[in-house]
């Protein structure tokens, strides 16, 4: 069959979507026998330049296929038309029509998109998959654009991959060795006017003005893209070239690669979407982008499919949880992740002495799993920065435009007599060493810690705890403060070196409570006003943590950390160590700079004298 300048015989069902092979682009997309089926060419000027009506007898099953033959996929944009109605291919490598981020000047016709073909090519010249044990990882949270519109540096990069890219290093020297990106697939950021044909009789009774005001009022931004989106185009507007946009990704993800760093993307499909769309995209985005995992958002999702997929075996999933019956047993890399809220509240409880349970809490410092590993945090985008934990007792999203109904109810934070920031000296230095607990608290878990980009300069959202629309500097990091937080940086990032250098610390498999290599000693054992009578009840607030240095093979130091949130000094018994170890001071939250230079020699070998509210750490060697 000949149509224009184009042939068109029946395509082969290989996979969904369109791709070019050879002088051919293949066509093939989702729709019934019966229904009328065209492919709608466009032109460079969005102008319809052919349309290809498609025979019954292309069709099998729910499928049609359609080879066209003398297609150039940068000539033409294309979309479906099924029994009258335009159809965005959900397959489509790219998208046309939201090159630039929020563009007010979109008109209503405007807003219809169209597909086209990533025929890009890319060569990657560093092709190795990091493969960082759950034992090592670190997750550093970011939104590309709320990330880097505040960065110094070229304007035109701003908003971008590349500004991402070029804080790699910043990054990296902090000791994080993944990033988690927040969705960076083709999603609608503006609010599209939905146009209803209404009888007069029921038509609002108020004047333009007021038409104008409410739709000001409804006009906002999604900011952070949780929404039914194109999951296989890579967004436009978040690459300083739009047409350029998926090799500005890869770069990203390779000059990662290049630095041991893993690059992981949140993925959000709502209910009923397609279980197949949902696999081929990850398998799209692990073949294509080399990205080395995904946390996937969303209900009833095809989790044992995606669990047993062999594609996927060494790409991290982080999910809210896992039917273990279905895990394949056989696998050497361990990539599953728990990716839940029960951390951060037990955390926030006893940070701020809400309702806090210490057995709780200690049963959340040991999450590990035979099989599975945790993600634990106690701030993310969804609620208070970690320094807006500690500034504000209530939301404020009023910018929100939904009258502050918005945004979790229950954050267990407190603003310790000064809602928002103060000038008092006290209050002020309350808060420093709670965002000092809190950070402790975190990389002294034995899960996976992340924190959202921007904690580590106690970056403020001036108490909104949801600014999922807060595309302005509120829903921005704010780099102006890196250089007045200094110490923060320097206390976090000798935070995870103290981490990374015992890695008792992070066991990669539960802790047994038991003597099981014969020491003398179990991995990890609890202590109180006595040594090895643990009183770990619900209701104490001070606790000593041992963990035993024999059962790890790289540093042999036994580690010790003194949690005590009461608001008075506490004494804690130090364990008798093995003749010719002593106990030795490393940290303590309390102090300007909290970790010493080198290890202190403590003057009492039997207790642990612990400053109110902080914690202290205490290696024996």
């Not at 224009?4 to 002088?23: P, R, V, W």
């Not at 940070?351 to 099989?371: A, R, S, T």
């Not at 975190?442 to 600014?467: H, K, R, T, W, Y």
């Not at 937080?485 to 935070?495: D, H, V, Y």
Request: charged residues 25%; hydrophobic residues 35%; contains cysteine.
């Amino acid at each position: 069959m000949v149509l224009h300048e184009f042939s068109i015989n029946k395509g082969k069902l290989l996979k969904t979507g369109a791709y070019i092979e050879g002088d051919s682009a293949v066509f093939t997309f989702a729709a019934e026998k019966e229904d009328e089926c065209s492919i709608v060419l466009l032109d460079k000027s969005g102008n319809t330049a052919c349309v290809i009506d498609i025979p019954a007898e292309y069709s099998t099953g729910s499928l049609y296929s359609v080879r066209l033959h003398g297609f150039c996929g940068n000539e033409y944009a294309y979309y479906f038309r099924i029994n009258g109605k335009r159809c965005i291919d959900p397959y489509a490598t790219r998208i046309f029509g939201r090159e630039k981020w929020n563009d007010k000047t979109r008109s209503d016709n405007d807003y219809e998109i169209a597909c086209g073909i990533d025929s890009s090519d890319f060569d990657w010249k560093y092709d190795s998959f990091p493969e960082i044990t759950r034992d090592r990882m670190k997750l550093y949270k970011l939104h590309v654009r709320g990330f880097s519109m505040d960065v110094s540096g070229n304007k035109k990069h701003k908003g971008t991959f590349e500004a991402v890219s070029d804080r790699i290093n910043y990054i990296k020297k902090l000791g994080f060795t993944s990033i988690l990106l927040m969705p960076v697939y083709e999603f609608e950021e503006m609010t599209i006017p939905v146009k209803h044909d209404i009888p007069e009789y029921a038509k609002p009774k108020y004047s333009l003005k007021d038409e104008q005001s409410v739709h000001t009022e409804n006009d906002k931004v999604n900011f952070w893209g949780y929404t039914s989106s194109n999951y296989f185009a890579v967004k436009a507007s978040y690459a300083s070239d739009a047409s350029d946009a998926s090799n500005e990704l890869r770069r990203l993800v390779e000059r990662l690669h290049k630095n041991g760093m893993e690059c992981i993307v949140e993925m959000y499909f709502p209910d009923r979407t397609d279980h197949n769309l949902i696999l081929d995209a990850l398998r799209y985005w692990v073949m294509s982008f080399h990205v080395d995992g995904f946390k996937l958002l969303g209900d009833r999702l095809p989790v044992t499919a995606i669990v047993q997929d062999a594609l996927l075996s060494r790409t991290k999933i982080l999910y809210d949880g896992f039917d273990m019956s279905v895990v394949p047993q056989n696998r050497t890399y361990e990539n599953l992740y728990i990716d839940k809220e029960e951390y951060q509240f037990a955390a926030r409880m006893m940070l701020n002495h809400i309702n806090c349970n210490m057995y709780e809490l200690l049963n959340q410092q040991k999450k590990q799993g035979e099989n599975v590993g945790f993600i634990n945090y106690i701030s993310s985008n969804n609620g208070f920065t970690l320094s807006d934990l500690f500034m504000y007792n209530d939301r404020h999203n009023e910018a929100n435009g939904e009258k502050n109904a918005d945004g979790p109810s229950w954050n267990f934070s407190n603003n310790y007599g000064c809602e928002g920031p103060s000038r008092k000296r006290f209050i002020r230095e309350i808060r420093k060493l709670k965002w000092k607990d809190a950070m402790l608290l975190l990389f002294l878990a034995q899960g996976v810690p992340m924190i959202m980009a921007g904690d580590e300069i106690c970056n403020s959202q001036d108490g909104n705890n949801n600014a999922y629309c807060q595309d302005n500097p509120t829903g921005w990091v704010n780099w102006s403060n890196e250089h007045s937080r200094r110490e923060n940086i320097r206390f976090l990032t000798r935070l995870i070196k103290f981490r990374d250098e015992h890695p008792v610390i992070s066991c990669p498999k539960p802790f047994k409570f038991s003597d099981y290599k014969a020491v003398g000693y179990p991995d990890l054992s609890y202590h109180c006003k006595n040594a090895w009578i643990g009183e770990c009840d619900a209701t104490k607030l001070c606790v000593g943590v041992m963990y035993c240095g024999d059962y790890n093979e790289v540093n042999k130091d036994y580690v010790y950390v003194a949690y005590n949130f009461y608001s008075s000094r506490e004494k804690l018994a130090l364990p008798k160590l093995k003749k010719g170890m002593k106990w030795y001071a490393v940290c303590d939250s309390t102090l300007k700079e909290p970790f010493y230079d080198t290890p202190v020699l403590c003057e009492n070998q039997q207790y642990a004298d612990v400053s109110p509210q902080s914690v202290y750490i205490l290696i024996g060697r």
